[in-house]
């Protein structure tokens, strides 16, 4: 299974800060898949670029994208638009499962403009920017990933 992570950020980007949420989020993925292949990229805050990757993830059959990052409310913040463009179905219930698990902790959480969608057999999921926000976020749906996942490639096993 063909996973990935892509961390949204201009000055991760640009070697200016350390990405600690894309590495948190490989070791969660990694703690519940040990078998995937997960592959990770660094993009800047640009529109046309997360839509081409996320086509392009699509193109070689990953089951599951995980964006980190560009879903706040920051000029540059377009990872929800550029997942809009994309996915041919929203599955709004992860956005909002992990707003609500965020906001237990976090008032700000509830700020978060992440999407979640299907494109063909891919699942997209934004996650927050913030090493704390995407491992809090990708623990609350990691259950629901699981079994989403399985539906999406064909299993009828619902609970």
Excluded: Y
């Amino acid at each position: 299974m063909l996973l990935a992570v892509l961390t949204i950020s201009d000055r991760c980007s640009a070697g200016q800060m350390t990405d600690t949420a894309g590495p948190a989020v490989v070791a969660l993925l990694r703690g519940t898949w040990p078998e995937a292949e997960i592959d990770t990229a660094l993009l800047p805050d640009d529109e046309d670029a997360i839509a081409a990757a996320l086509e392009e993830l699509g193109r070689k059959g990953a089951a599951l994208v995980l964006t980190a990052g560009g879903s706040g409310l920051g000029p540059r913040d377009r990872t929800p638009e550029a997942t809009r463009r994309v996915i041919d179905r929203e599955a709004p219930g992860l956005a909002e499962a992990m707003r609500a698990n965020g906001a237990e902790r976090n008032a700000f959480a509830w700020l978060s403009r992440g999407v979640a969608g299907l494109r063909g057999k891919t699942l997209i999921v934004n996650l927050p920017g913030s090493k704390r926000g995407a491992e809090e976020s990708l623990e609350a749906i990691l259950p629901l990933l699981r079994h989403g996942l399985e539906v999406v490639a064909g299993g009828q096993n619902h609970p």
